[in-house]
């Protein structure tokens, strides 16, 4: 239940949405497609589904070329970020279309489609609304009816797309780990298309970033998030300063940015406190660097930033812990060296 | 609770007095007058006017007129008409929505201002269009002749007219819907293994329903009171192709006014019919509307 992709592109007009991408997905995995908007991500996740042909490459599932869309149907299961629940019917009769369009003698009789319904809506905790319409239903609560709906035809691929985009932070948090719960459970094969790289990193097994139609980078989070490839999944990856030395230049994340009130090491920096924000878990601090202008970004815990009793205004010593050094990508650093 | 309610019947008040401060009373009443009148002499008055005269010589002259052999086969022949046409531009009309909706093709704005065509013709114009292509002098007429098939002067020329004329109605109330729809849903469809039929009979047509119907009911009034185009076509042969608004036309040329009264009143309450229908399927149409509006406002699970 692999998804091989091979040399796949798609072009929209003058635009290429996808550029000659190759991607194994391994059985069993929850692997999210992360990019900004445009990225070819959603474009992608459609040829899997065979929602669009590729213009040219082929993808393959378990070995086997599905030429056309009816190969796949019902093989995936597919959660669209609208929803597109079928408004007209109740939520009992949305999940129960998978199976009353099968042919007649592969359909299963009403009781055991009514037992298969019943188990899907109390798995996804709402079989108390199985005669309400989605018009009738909250955010979250129709995406998960939409979930049920997908894995009422037991699909052996699961697609998300932007699944939780249209959600509130809160709700979004909270369907996140249920459905890393769910994965865990059933073990499908599931593909999620996001552009918010924490949801990424928080539930998939395996990260596909993307950018302008092709990979930038393919790992387990950790990997993507530590080891980034470019500039480019560095800085999609989370906040990010461009630090320049003395000798190198590099990229450098706010929490691994050491400040203190005399200078440290080779490579520090004085830089003037612009502004200081206490919210969170951490303290986050807004940085001018005296020497070059920069604007910097640093992240202390609560009692380190009461030790220095850092204030807006005071002058400190800026020394990064870790900096990350790319051959490629000379467009952020043009001008440094 | 209480106070809330009184407060808001004290706002209320004061816009409306605010509003009436805003134009006298006297130019108020006039506006109203005048559209009152208006109202009543186009509208009112000749509908009254239509039933007075048609029972104007009782009851048994009412029936009478309406249950002549010559008044039986016209309301015979629009009845003919119409469940031809109103079927078969339903067909046409969904096709084309679909077309235009869901596929890019080339010629297709051309298309869509071509629907409107028999919208933006003279219906007069509309029969000779046909009587130039079909009739006995016309392009495809010596070969008709030939074959023995009579188009104009007999029911397939009427027929032909009134599709021409009602062809944009179930199109134009269909192609708004089919596009505020999206596609969403028959992917979602087509992803869980349903057949090209499966989604449009449960998806597609479902979804369009209520435009559909109004276009449908458009199609019909209109198919059954299309008097010009079909007029040029028919011939006025008694008893063979007249239809009820050419029977009314003819009964009034001869002076049998209670007669062409009674045929009309029967054109009146298919109006009225198709108003009260018109407003029901709004109704439900409004309905879906604000269904389909309302976001995800509210959150929170379980």
């Known amino acids: 239940m692999s998804i091989d992709i091979h040399q796949v592109s798609k072009t929209f007009g003058s635009f290429t949405a996808v550029d000659r991408v190759s991607l194994r ?50 093989a995936i299961g597919f959660v669209f970020q609208h929803y597109a629940l079928f408004r007209h019917m109740s939520v009992f009769e949305n999940v129960a279309f998978g199976l009353r369009v099968r042919p007649r003698r592969l359909r299963p009789s009403e009781a055991a489609i009514r037992e298969k319904v019943m188990d899907l809506l109390k798995l996804v905790q709402l079989d108390w609304l199985a005669d309400r319409y989605p018009a009738q239903l909250s955010g979250g609560q129709r995406q998960r009816v939409a979930l049920a709906r997908a894995l009422a035809t037991e699909p052996r691929y699961l697609l998300l797309d932007e699944p939780f985009g249209a959600l509130d932070a809160k709700v979004r948090q909270e369907l996140r780990q249920w459905l890393r719960r769910l994965h865990s459970e059933l073990h499908i094969t599931s593909l999620l298309v996001t552009h918010d790289q924490e949801e990424a990193l928080e539930v998939a097994d395996r990260v596909v970033v993307m950018n302008r139609g092709r990979i930038e980078q393919v790992g387990t989070p950790e990997e993507v998030y530590e080891n980034p490839a470019n500039p480019f999944v560095c800085s999609f990856l989370g906040r990010v300063n461009l630090f320049r030395g003395r000798t190198a230049a590099g990229y450098v994340r706010p929490h691994e940015l050491e400040v203190h009130l005399t200078p440290e090491g080779d490579v520090s920096a004085p830089a003037d406190v612009v502004r200081v924000n206490a919210a969170g878990p951490a303290v986050r601090l807004e940085l001018r660097r005296a ?21 807006a205004g005071d002058r400190l010593f800026v020394t990064p812990r870790r900096l990350r050094v790319f051959e490629s990508g000379p467009d952020l650093l043009a001008g440094t060296r | 609770m209480a106070s809330d309610v009184a407060a808001l019947g004290a706002k209320a008040q004061q816009a409306a007095t605010a509003s009436g401060k805003r134009e006298p009373a006297l130019v108020r009443w006039m506006l109203i007058g005048t559209a009152l009148l208006f109202l009543g002499l186009l509208l009112v008055v000749p509908l009254v006017a239509v039933f007075t005269q048609a029972l104007d010589q009782g009851v048994k002259v009412y029936w009478e007129a309406i249950r002549d052999p010559e008044t039986l086969h016209a309301i015979g022949m629009t009845l003919l008409t119409a469940s031809l046409v109103v079927p078969l531009n339903t067909i046409f009309g969904l096709a084309v929505a679909w077309a235009v909706t869901r596929h890019q093709f080339p010629g297709k704005s051309a298309l869509v201002t071509l629907i409107d065509l028999p919208f933006a013709v003279s219906p007069v114009i509309a029969g000779l269009i046909f009587v130039l292509t079909f009739g006995a002098h016309g392009l495809f007429g010596p070969w008709l002749a030939e074959l023995g098939i ?123 019919v198709t108003l009260v229908a018109q407003q029901l399927v709004d109704a439900g149409r409004q309905r879906q509307l604000a269904e389909g509006q309302r976001a995800p406002a509210e959150e929170g699970n379980g």
């Open chain 2, 150 to 272: 009579k188009v104009i002067f007999g029911k397939p020329g009427i027929i032909l007219a009134t599709l021409f004329v009602t062809l944009p109605m179930v199109a134009r109330n269909v192609i708004p819907v089919m596009q505020a729809q999206g596609r969403e849903e028959e992917e979602a469809a087509l992803l869980l293994g349903a057949s090209g039929w499966q989604i449009f009979w449960r998806v597609t047509l479902p979804n369009v329903k209520w435009g559909l119907l109004y276009g449908v009911i458009l199609t019909n009034a209109r198919a059954m009171g299309e008097f010009g185009a079909v007029s040029v076509v028919s011939g006025h042969i008694r008893g063979l192709t007249n239809t009820l608004p050419l029977h009314v036309e003819i009964l009034y040329n001869e002076y049998q006014f209670a007669a062409s009264f009674a045929a009309a009143s029967l054109l009146v309450l298919l109006a009225l």
């Open chain 1, 25 to 74: 997905i391994p059985t069993g995995e929850l692997v999210a497609f992360l990019g900004p908007s445009g990225s070819g991500k959603t474009t992608l996740l459609r040829m899997i589904a065979g929602l669009e042909e590729p213009d040219s490459g082929e993808i393959r599932f378990d070995g086997q070329p599905a030429k056309s869309p009816k190969d796949r149907r019902g």
């Open chain 1, 291 to 311: 020497d070059t202008g920069d604007v910097l970004e640093a992240e202390v815990t609560r009692e380190r930033s009461l030790e220095l009793g850092v204030k």
